[in-house]
């Protein structure tokens, strides 16, 4: 399972948690497109917080 990120411009860094905000994931110096390895988070919702100079973006996925 993988999670693709699009962004009009260079991501700073993506960090995803779990439903009870536990950090799982942190990765930085990223494109404009990346793609994440979920494939070992179990079933349940995540945030991914993305920062993108110096905006903060956070969106809602759910795995299945």
């Given at each position: 399972?993988?999670?693709l990120?699009?962004?009009?411009a260079?991501?700073?860094?993506i960090?995803?948690?779990?439903?009870?905000g536990?950090?799982l994931f942190?990765?930085?110096?990223?494109?404009?497109?990346?793609?994440?390895?979920?494939?070992?988070?179990?079933?349940?919702?995540y945030?991914v917080?993305?920062?993108?100079?110096?905006t903060?973006?956070?969106?809602?996925?759910?795995k299945m």
């Amino acid at each position: 399972d993988k999670l693709l990120i699009e962004s009009t411009a260079r991501l700073r860094e993506i960090i995803i948690y779990n439903g009870v905000g536990e950090k799982l994931f942190e990765t930085n110096n990223l494109d404009t497109k990346n793609e994440i390895d979920v494939q070992k988070f179990p079933k349940g919702i995540y945030f991914v917080k993305m920062l993108e100079g110096e905006t903060v973006i956070v969106r809602k996925f759910v795995k299945m």
